[in-house]
């Protein structure tokens, strides 16, 4: 999943307070799962603005509510109303999200109200972590399945590097080191061989370094 | 609310299954933990014509089957109900009033429980009722065979009274088939009779001597006391039979002066058909019992009774468990016995049947159809132990229900519905693991009349449950079907549930599917409030339900200068006055109360804020009465939470605070009036829209 973050309190209020009647969005994918903008989030963030704006004395409207997904035109269209009756849409959805109803609504303003952290996976309720970097070139059959590029620091193809110290990386005593990891797993696995193997230059224009990317399934396409 | 678990098997509690009327004793129960009593009592009213009665003197097959059984021991539902229905605010209740009369006149013939029942239903549907009985006290067995040690008549009276009032007219003394007639009372404008004649001869043993003086029969011996006949025992006495009546025999024979009682009968101690509570407290008050023994002649001393000769019993069931007794004819025992008392079952007297042309079934009951209760007479009813056989004082009242229903279609001219009741299935099984993380609390119990006081009179043994251990009591009870549902057009299969479930009743499938066994979830409430999608309704406090309540007191609370909404945990150990204290020592305070604060979530804080309140605390129950205790730390984490929203809004996050309640009562006085005293010394709130 992607998980997502609410933006503090301070940023949204600021960023809001240039509309009168907002539309606080919610995501009910993603964003939900991360706890950051699914309907529960709405309901309290809208209250929250509420409170605030009685509070500093400045007019206009809080309206609520929460789509399926945002990064999907056609459940986007399906609030077009609620979104034309507004002055701007605070939305809770990871940045495309944010972007989707941008662009299906032109002229309206839409705000972030997350910060997009990363693609993960739940450890257990309430803790997640980072797991992948979306490098469109996987190479994790080299690395017993655990991804240098998402997990080191330094983002080593050939680690560990010099700072790992008892399996932790130098930038903090909490961050495992994962070319450690790497190695114990090939151990257990018995493939120690697999890291005598040096790592070509790595191609990273399928990371996006070779500008914005698109992907077409040539027979799924009108 | 659109629920995408449409259920066809009918939801019932186990307690409302077993229960031959179907009482929903989940809701009373639940409204005693509210410390709604009188609510709890018109619940049961609604239900039960006869509460106070059956609050003492039914059998409670509800607890048999009762979900907290299968942890530690079933809620003491019969006696809640009795507590509901005996406190003083019964006399604050209004009777439901009929509905304007109907004009037509029905006569009910017996005052038992089936007849009273027929008759409170039929009033309450408009119909002018007659109850026409032979005694001269109503009641039937509950007033001629129940002892009153076990049920006061001033309660049965009691319960009585509150039919009458409906306009219910009983007649005693009037024995149908002499007195009045099927055509007698046609002729007087009854266009429908209900007859709930109940058993009121004893069964003979038919074996020599049985009719010497000195020899009793159960019923009739019952009848004599109940009535205030002169009835004396004196020395040593031997009741045949080992079932509930024959111990109200022997225990009733105690109070009226013998001196020795022994029980003797056919079953191992094992097969007693007699509850085993009942021989406890039987044996507690002196009788002695003896198994395996049938009857084989009465002996005689100068033409009057001297004592009882019985034959070994080897065998009482066939191996298809129906009645069959074997004996052994070469083992004879004698024993003495100034009186003997036989208590081995009721017949039916039918003597009026054949005048008025009714049928009488090969086991010498009435005929009737067992559902709609008709007999082959057009207009004439009957139903009760003389259509079933001897029963329950709940069976026979529900047989009334049924005939109500059924007259007052016939009345109506309607063709009568042939609805089978509900029945009680099995009970489905808790899974181990849940019967192992849901918390123990013991039943509470209360002791009796000492023994040398109870034989002494006929008053009650069984003392009533404080507002107290009722109100602890009511909380034990684990919500059956109250629970979460999930909307499963809206999860998003995000597992949350699952994780926050304290007794792991979620479960998903490959898919993501989530599902909560209804019967097995407990209603805590953690899932629903945790669901980023609000997915979960729970039935006992529907969503957004505490926010309206929020929303609700401060809306009737605008007089006030300064308001701070306090959430209660329901499971604090206080009573009905505490909250009228909290009232009046604080009226500042607009308490809203909930099962467990964990149920409390971030918006419904908010909420009150953003209603105008100026502050709000949540006063969790002491930890050894929360069922769930390991949700206190979320709770006070996502307290803290909310406090740093308030802040982040403009709010002083010392307007939210978190309490533990004290161990008696609703809070602590100095916890509530530091709070008061830091709220007076802030602005009022902001938010409040001055109106
Ligand atoms: C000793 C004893 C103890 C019991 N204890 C319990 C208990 O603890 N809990 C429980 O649930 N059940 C108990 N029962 C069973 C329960 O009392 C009966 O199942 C129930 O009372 C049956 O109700 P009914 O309305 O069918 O008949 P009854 O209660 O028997 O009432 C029938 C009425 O009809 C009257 N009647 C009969 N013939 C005529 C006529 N021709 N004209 C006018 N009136 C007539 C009778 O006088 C009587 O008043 C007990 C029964 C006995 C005998
Ligand atoms: S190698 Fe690339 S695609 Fe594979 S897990 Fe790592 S970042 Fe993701
Ligand atoms: S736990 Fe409550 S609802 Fe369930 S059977 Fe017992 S009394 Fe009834
Ligand atoms: S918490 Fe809600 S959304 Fe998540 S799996 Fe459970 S029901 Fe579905
Ligand atoms: S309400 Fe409580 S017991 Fe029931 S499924 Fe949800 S978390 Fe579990």
């Known amino acids: 999943m992607i998980t997502l973050e609410q933006k503090q309190f301070a940023q949204i209020k600021e960023m809001a307070s240039h509309y009168d009647r907002l539309l606080v969005l919610g995501c009910q994918t993603c964003s939900a799962m991360s706890f950051a903008g699914g309907e529960r989030e709405v309901k309290e963030l809208a209250s929250m603005i509420r409170m605030e704006r009685k509070i500093s004395g400045k007019p206009g409207d809080i309206l609520e509510d929460a789509i399926a997904r945002q990064c999907d035109p056609e459940l986007v269209d399906l609030i077009g109303d609620k979104v034309r009756g507004c002055d701007a849409v605070l939305s809770l959805a990871c940045g495309a999200g944010v972007q989707m109803l941008a662009e299906r609504f032109p002229d309206k303003m839409i705000l972030p109200g997350c910060n997009t952290t990363f693609l993960g996976v739940t450890e257990e309720l309430g803790v997640w972590s980072e797991r ?91 | 609310m659109t629920r995408n678990e449409p259920s066809t098997e009918i939801e019932y509690a186990p307690c409302k299954l ?59 539902i019969a006696a809640l109900k009795r507590f509901a229905a005996d406190g003083p605010w019964k006399d604050r209740l209004r009777q439901v009033l009929p509905k304007a009369s109907s004009g037509h006149k029905v006569a009910v013939v017996g005052s038992g429980p089936s007849g009273l029942a027929a008759a409170h239903d039929l009033a309450l549907l408009g ?18 065979g129940i002892p009153s040690y076990r049920l006061p008549r001033d309660v049965l009276e009691a319960d009585i009274r509150t039919i009458e009032d409906l306009g219910v007219e009983v007649k005693t003394g009037v024995t149908f088939g002499n007195d009045v007639t099927v055509e007698s009372l046609t002729g007087d404008g009854y266009q429908a009779i209900f007859l709930g004649t109940g058993l009121h001869l004893s069964r003979r043993l038919n074996v020599e001597g049985e009719d010497l003086p000195g020899v009793l029969k159960g019923v009739d011996f019952l009848r004599d006391v109940a009535l205030g006949k002169p009835v004396t025992l004196d020395a040593s006495v031997i009741v045949v039979g080992g079932g509930n009546v024959a111990i109200d025999v022997a225990r009733t024979a105690l109070r009226v002066g013998a001196r020795d009682v022994l029980m003797v009968c056919l079953e191992k101690q094992e097969e007693m058909p007699a509850a085993e509570s009942e021989i406890e407290e039987a044996r507690e008050e002196g009788v002695a019992v003896v198994n395996c023994f049938g009857p084989k002649r009465f002996l005689e001393n100068s033409g009057r009774l001297s004592g009882i000769e019985f034959k070994s019993c080897t065998c009482v069931f066939d191996e298809k468990g129906a009645f069959c007794p074997q004996y052994d004819e070469n083992e ?61 004082v709940t069976k026979a009242i529900a047989a009334g229900k049924r005939a109500a229903v059924s007259i007052d279609f016939y009345l109506r001219g309607e063709s009568i519905p042939r609805s089978e009741p509900a029945i009680a299935d099995q009970v489905a099984s808790l899974p181990p693991g849940v019967i192992e993380r849901t918390r123990q609390f013991a039943r509470s119990k209360i002791a009796g009349l000492p023994v040398e006081q109870r034989l002494s009179s006929f008053s009650e043994v069984g003392p009533p449950f404080s507002e107290d251990l009722a109100t602890k009591e009511a909380l034990r009870c684990l919500h059956c079907y109250l629970g979460a549902r999930v909307n499963k057009e809206k999860c998003i299969s995000c597992l949350t549930c699952l994780r926050v479930c304290p007794l792991q009743v979620p479960t998903v499938s490959k898919v993501g599917e989530i599902t909560i066994d209804p019967f097995v979830c407990q209603a805590c409430g953690m899932c629903a409030l945790e669901c980023p999608v609000q997915a979960i309704e729970i039935s006992l406090d529907p969503g957004g339900e505490i926010a309206r309540e929020v929303e609700k007191a401060i809306a009737s609370s605008q007089h006030l200068e300064r308001l701070i909404v306090g959430f209660f945990d329901l499971h604090g150990n206080f009573a009905k006055k505490d909250l009228k204290g909290l009232r009046e020592d604080y009226p500042n305070v607009l308490p809203v109360m909930t099962f467990g604060l964990r149920r409390i979530d971030r918006s ?16 969790g129950c002491p930890p050894n009465r929360d069922p769930f205790p390991e949700a206190g730390d979320r709770i006070k984490r996502r307290t803290a939470h909310a406090r740093t929203q308030l802040e982040a809004v403009g709010l002083d996050g010392r307007r939210l605070e978190i309490f533990d309640m004290p161990d008696e009562g609703l809070v602590e006085k100095g916890s509530i009036t530091e709070l008061i005293q830091r709220i007076k010394e802030m602005e009022p709130s902001p938010l409040r829209v001055r109106r």
């Open chain 1, 132 to 222: 992948c970097a979306g490098c469109g070139d996987c190479i994790l059959d080299k690395t017993a399945g655990l991804c240098p590029i998402a997990r080191c620091s330094k983002q080593l193809l050939n680690g560990p590097c010099g700072g790992s110290v008892n399996g932790k990386c130098e930038i903090s005593k909490d961050v495992d080191c994962v070319w450690q990891l790497i190695i114990d797993r090939l151990a257990r696995l018995n493939r120690l061989e697999m890291l005598e193997e040096i790592f070509p230059v790595k191609d990273w224009s399928p990371a996006g370094h070779g500008g914005p990317r698109k992907m077409i399934i040539e027979d799924l396409k009108s």
């Open chain 2, 18 to 76: 077993a229960c031959p009327i179907l009482t929903d004793a989940r809701e009373y129960i639940q409204l005693i933990a509210e410390r709604r009593f009188e609510e709890a009592l018109t619940a049961i009213m609604s239900q039960n014509p006869l509460p106070r009665t059956c609050g003492r003197i039914c059998t409670h097959p509800c607890e048999q089957v009762c979900k907290r059984g299968q942890v530690d021991e079933p809620v003491a």
């Open chain 2, 127 to 144: 119909h002018t009722v007659t109850v026409l009985e032979k005694l001269p006290i109503a009641g039937g067995m509950m007033a001629v």
């Open chain 2, 332 to 392: 004879l025992t004698a024993m003495d016995a100034d009186t003997v008392i036989v208590a081995i079952g009721q017949a039916a007297d039918l003597s009026f049947a054949e005048k008025d042309g009714l049928t009488v079934t090969r086991r010498g009951g009435l005929e009737a159809d067992p559902i709609t209760l008709q007999t082959p007479i057009a207009g004439v009813f009957a139903g009760g132990d003389v259509i079933s056989g001897p029963a329950t």
């Open chain 2, 604 to 619: 419904d804080i908010l909420k009150a804020f953003e209603c105008g309140a100026d502050a709000v605390f949540l006063a």
